[in-house]
């Protein structure tokens, strides 16, 4: 079953503004995980969060997670064209990942 | 590294027939896991392992499939007999105990007709 949802399913933007992406999930949690997916390319890791850690950064990336409201948020900062790609968050209890279905970012030049 | 390996890359196939997907996983890496992704069920765990055993293959959704891991180095998922709802894209991964970081494949894209 898919645990983690993603939202918004599709978003585009311009080059340069900032990315939001959100993902809700049902029950708890060991971590958290954010992989991007270029067209026909596999997935790639991008980060991981604790369950007990608030917020991460990663580069341009920032992620929070709130166990309270079982959610999490990735934030793409001054977003680039080849931040182009699919975004999934993956919860894990162990070593065992849940996908959602993902949000498509498009980063128009 | 070369990263996970899986071959082929392509399968097109008639309904009926044997299809057997490979995997090479990062050296060192002790979990190796097999996800299928279609647009309508997106990314599913078929089957897990860990230093070569089986850990949990609920995600296997028929008898049809089936996956083995003769050693730690190699993994193979077999589909027997093909059915044009099988048709997606297969993706290996490996990772680490300690690690909960998943690398993944390439994927098989997966076409039966």
């Known amino acids: 079953s898919q645990q983690g949802e993603e939202d918004p399913q599709a978003l585009s933007i311009q080059e340069g503004e900032n990315a939001t992406m959100n993902c809700s999930y049902k029950?708890?949690?060991?971590?958290l995980q954010w992989y991007r997916q270029n067209s026909g390319r596999g997935l790639v890791h991008l980060i991981l969060?604790?369950?007990?850690?608030r917020e991460k950064h990663s580069g341009r990336l920032r992620v929070t997670l709130d166990t309270s409201k079982k959610s999490s948020s990735l934030l793409i900062t001054a977003s680039r064209a080849a931040d182009t790609a699919s975004y999934f968050c993956?919860?894990?209890?162990?070593?065992?990942?849940?996908f959602g279905k993902g949000t498509k970012l498009s980063v128009i030049p | 590294d070369a990263g996970v390996i899986q071959s082929p890359r392509h399968e097109v196939t008639e309904m009926g027939q044997e299809v057997t997907l490979r995997c090479k996983p990062i050296s060192g890496h002790d979990y190796l896991f097999w996800y299928r992704q279609t647009m309508m069920r997106g990314l599913e765990l078929l089957i897990y392992f860990n230093n070569n055993v089986p850990i949990d293959d609920s995600g296997m959704p028929e008898d049809r499939f089936s996956a083995k891991m003769p050693n730690a180095s190699f993994s193979t998922l077999k589909i027997q007999p093909s059915e044009p709802r099988d048709s997606a894209v297969y993706f290996c991964?490996?990772?680490?105990?300690?690690?909960?970081?998943?690398?993944f494949g390439p994927g098989t894209r997966l076409t039966v007709t």
């Open positions: 029950t708890s949690i060991n971590n």
């Open positions: 969060i604790r369950s007990n850690e």
């Open positions: 993956a919860t894990a209890g162990s070593y065992q990942l849940t």
């Open positions: 991964a490996s990772g680490s105990s300690g690690t909960y970081e998943q690398y």
